[in-house]
């Protein structure tokens, strides 16, 4: 059961991490709260059960991921900008294959304990930059002025002075099925997720008795991150196609294509071209769930979509859980034939993601979410009834605590 413990206490680090990170965020702030969870990661132990301790400890700091990005979306970005936000800040889910895995590598064959030398110093330095340069609030940074201001709280003034919806925030969006929507959708994307940042080295190295796959995976990561950068020609297609349409459209195709992916990879000889290319299919599908259910959770929730997104970290946290589970409790992780059923699960899976989506999902805002600015509208202050002079609306009430 030890080395069960391994893997999962992550998932269940997480799952902690990211209602204490909820919690924290008010009195605390975004600005302390990320130099603690990267601290926390300066921890290096020996042995299974330390091993296993001290990977829930870095789960619990990756806990804060979600809630960091959700809020300082809410806070920095404008409604119109609130997906450019959300889009950057998930490109760790490239980078760290594509810049980490190689350099790790090539750290180990040096010394064993250089990786975590060197990421225990990346993460002090992170940190300091962190505290020296960001603000919990643009008005509390220097260099934003006047003008950045006021297009940065148009539309938020009525949310952020709304105290009853930030005490029933947990129970405002558990209570929305479109909410849920865009939760099961996360958990689809993340067990992928899960399964090639967790399993995919020890895939290749033991099942497909490749010494270096690194040049691959660099590629196929390559593609997905090309695909993840030219996000405002898929935001026209969308708005092209109208968002109703274009929201389930996304979700769909993307669900599905990594559905029949998985089929591919699971029913293919291991290590031939066809599993090859619908793994690299795979990674590109997945840039389109994003302009789903992400979007979804912004039209769904507007400026609470900080809610929505800070807790589907706990989505993240269960696929993680899940896929370790799953590959656990394989008769024999040497043979290929064993995978072929992790393969095909994680298939069932997101064609039942598809399916539940299109139910469930939504474009329309929640009755909780409405009264904050629409983020479809075309261009921000066409006219001055977007502002409500009698709230402040135009930024005053935040220039009056610089």
Known sequence: MKPLLVWVTPGFGMFFGTLLSAWLIKPLGVRKLVPVALYILLQ??????????????????CGTVLPVIGSMTANWATLKEQYCFIVFGHLFVQLVPLACWPFSSWLLKL?????????????????????????????YHRLVNGLELNKIVTGKIKAISNRSVKKKSLGMVISSLPVWAVWISAFSYFVVIALILQYLPIYCHIILKMEDPTPEIAMAFSLMLIMTLLYPIWIRIARKSGEKMSISLFNLISFIVIGVAFIFIGLS?????????????????????FYGFYRSAIFVGRYYAKYIISYAENSFAVAFIFVSFLVYFLDNPEG???????????SLVQFITAAVFCILGSWKPEEWSKQTWNPSVGRRLVSVDQIDFHNEECGFIEMKII
């Open 111 to 139: 010394e064993f304990t250089l990786p975590f030398i060197f990421y225990a110093t990346i993460a002090v330095i992170f940190a300091a930059v962190w505290v020296l340069f960001y603000r919990d609030r643009p008005q």
């Open 336 to 346: 290929f034939n064993e995978w072929r059923v992790v393969f095909i699960t994680v």
């Open 44 to 61: 290096v132990f020996i042995g299974i059960m330390a091993v296993s301790i001290i990977r829930f400890i870095q789960g619990l700091s």
């Open 269 to 289: 000889p291991k290590n031939s071209v066809i599993s090859r290319g619908a793994f690299i299919v795979t990674l590109i599908a997945l840039v389109l769930s």
